[in-house]
Structures are given as C-alpha cells and as structure tokens.
C-alpha cells in the first residue's frame, strides 16, 4: 500500500514559470488536501477537495489553481511561480473531512 | 491571535526523562483535537487523537481541558527516536484541521 504519493519530490523553477504538483493516494479516500509549510509558519491550507468533484480554497490559495481529476488524485498547479511560493508542498487525504489526514512525502519547491 | 499556539522550544530532555507539551486554542466551538509528530524533513504522521476523558498509548499521554481551552501531550521515559516536532491539531465542524507550528523535542543520551 503506497499511501499518498507526491510527485516530484525536488524541483527548482525561475520566476514565472509554471509547474504542476502531483498527488495520489490509494487508500479509496473522499477529501484531499493540498498544505504548504514554511519555516517558522507552520502548516496552512492552500486548497482541499472534500470529494470527488469538488474543490474549496483555504487559507492561502492565491496563486494555485487545483484539479480533482478523480477519486485518487488531487493536483496542485503554479501558474507563474513567484519567489514567494518556495516551500515544501504537502499533500494529505482522509476518508472524510472529520476523519484522520494522511500525509505525502512532500514536494521541496524553490523559485528563484 | 493564532487559533492554535504552541510553545516552540526546543525541549531539550536526557533519556528516560517525561516531558510535557501544551498547546491552547481560542475557538471554543473546536471539535476534535490531534496531536501530529513530523520529523525532521519528513512529513507529519498522526501520533494520537486526543479524546475528552484522556486517552494514554503507550509513553504517551494526551489530555483535554475544554474549560481551558488547551490540550497536553506527556511522553514518559523518553527515547532518542522521540526527538521530533510535536504538532497540535484542532478542528471544528466543516473547517479542515487548523496545525499550531509545532513543539521542538531533543532527546540526548
């Protein structure tokens, strides 16, 4: 059982480019999660999907964009990456939103 | 004020040593309670939920003042695998989990 699955682990852009951040998870979850964590900031919720078809922002979303292609993957897009979006990008999902997240490994993002 | 605050440490405790974490909320209509451990470059896992009676796993202890408005986690007889980032998690009915930026542990032999 892989879990959630986050693709890629590492990856460098220069400002203004644009990038798509993979997330899937096997475990038949409704809701996913996407999470950035920055020193000092702890976790903050950029956007969330309580189930298949949905979507909602969170506490941070300017500048994403995310798709729910399906039940098992979630994805998080940067149309034009800015300096200010260098961080590690978590993934999570739960069976149900009052249900226990399960996290990805983490994407480390730098934009310079 | 943050909705979720920790003290951020470090903790700094010898093996065998028990150690106790706080961590208060300010939204009284918070439903569930969590605490998370994320090592180092590593993403958080769930290490207990936290239950209005108590609930004890282990070394581990997590308790519930509602009064308060804070939740504790106690790690008895620490390890050197304890060494972690402690993450207090509340949530309320139809938000998703709101994270406190975490309590530094680092045991030492």
Known sequence: NAGVTQTPKFQVLKTGQSMTLQCAQDMNHNSMYWYRQDPGMGLR???YSASEGTTDKGEVPNGYNVSRLNKREFSLRLESAAPSQTSV????????????QYFGPGTRLLVL | RKEVEQDPGPFNVPEGATVAFNCTYSNSASQSFFWYRQD?????KLLMSVYSSGNEDGRFTAQLNRASQYISLLIRDSK??????Y???VKRAGT?????KGTTLSVSS
């Open chain 1, 45 to 47: 919720l950029i956007y």
């Open chain 1, 89 to 100: 990008y978590f993934c999570a999902s739960a069976r149900g939103s009052q249900e226990t």
């Open chain 2, 40 to 44: 180092c470059r590593k993403e958080p």
């Open chain 2, 80 to 85: 050197l695998s304890d060494s972690a980032t």
């Open chain 2, 87 to 89: 993450l207090c998690v």
């Open chain 2, 96 to 100: 998703a989990l709101i994270f406190g």
